[in-house]
């Protein structure tokens, strides 16, 4: 599972929570959820750049 997936799987757990009114639980989990969505966008940027430059492409 790659980080979006953890990123939904704790942004479901922080939406229960909620639900339940565990707020300091609903808040940390949403925390670790937007914190892995922006590393899953950082990565993702990084790795588009790459492809789109070619870097590290094998040439035949």
């Given at each position: 599972?790659?980080?979006?997936?953890?990123?939904?799987?704790?942004?479901?757990?922080?939406?229960?929570?909620?639900?339940?009114?565990?707020?300091?639980?609903?808040?940390?989990a949403?925390?670790?959820?937007?914190?892995?969505?922006?590393?899953?966008?950082?990565?993702?940027?990084?790795?588009?750049?790459?492809?789109?430059?070619?870097?590290?492409?094998?040439?035949?």
């Open positions: 599972m790659g980080l979006l997936g953890w990123a939904i799987i704790f942004l479901i757990v922080a939406l229960i929570a909620a639900a339940f009114g565990f707020g300091g639980i609903a808040s940390a949403t925390g670790v959820a937007k914190v892995l969505f922006f590393i899953f966008i950082v990565v993702f940027i990084v790795l588009l750049i790459t492809a789109l430059l070619g870097v590290g492409a094998a040439t035949a």
